[in-house]
């Protein structure tokens, strides 16, 4: 999805998506969370967010992917929080979420705060009968979208 072309106004969109009066704010706040908490407690508590966030906003019945997508979609759009596309796999299915205003939090961030969609996506996932199967954050090395993977639980 991504190339010369595309990435600079990707770069452009991510760094001005967030508003102002927040970016400064968020930042410190992160830095602060960083000199208080390691990584894998930053990462529960972001994901513990998430699940309070989908709490707030249940999910709809979906019968099919499509369904699932139209759901995140309006839900992400409604609150200007970028966009998902669902991709099937053999063995599981990759929720790409692009755009999301995470970059406001700055870069060492970055680490830990993907964690907020991850908890979302697997209480929303849950709700909705997933079941056993768990959601986690994969690198991708796209700077830009964000991929999470249902699948069998290792």
């Known amino acids: 999805m991504q190339d010369e072309h595309t990435a600079p106004l990707l770069d452009y969109y991510t760094r001005h998506h967030a508003s102002t009066q927040w970016r400064a704010f968020l930042t410190a706040l992160a830095e602060e969370f960083e000199t208080q908490l390691e990584t894998a407690q930053l990462r529960e508590l972001m994901a513990r967010i ?3 966030f989908a709490d707030a ?3 709809i019945a979906c019968a099919t992917l499509d369904d699932l997508a139209s759901f ?3 839900t992400w759009s409604s609150l200007d929080w970028g966009f998902v596309n669902l991709v ?3 063995d ?3 929720i790409e979420h692009f755009c999301a205003p995470l970059a406001a939090f700055g870069t060492a961030g970055a680490i830990w705060t ?3 969609l991850e908890g979302a996506y697997q209480r929303w996932l849950h709700a909705l009968g997933a079941g056993t199967l768990a959601l986690q954050q994969v690198e991708t090395g796209n700077l830009h979208a964000l991929e999470f993977r249902l699948a069998k639980a290792a």
Do not use: S, T
């Open 50 to 52: 998430g699940v309070r």
């Open 57 to 59: 906003h249940p999910a």
């Open 72 to 74: 995140f979609n309006k």
């Open 88 to 90: 099937e796999q053999n």
């Open 92 to 94: 599981y299915l990759a």
């Open 114 to 116: 993907p964690a907020f």
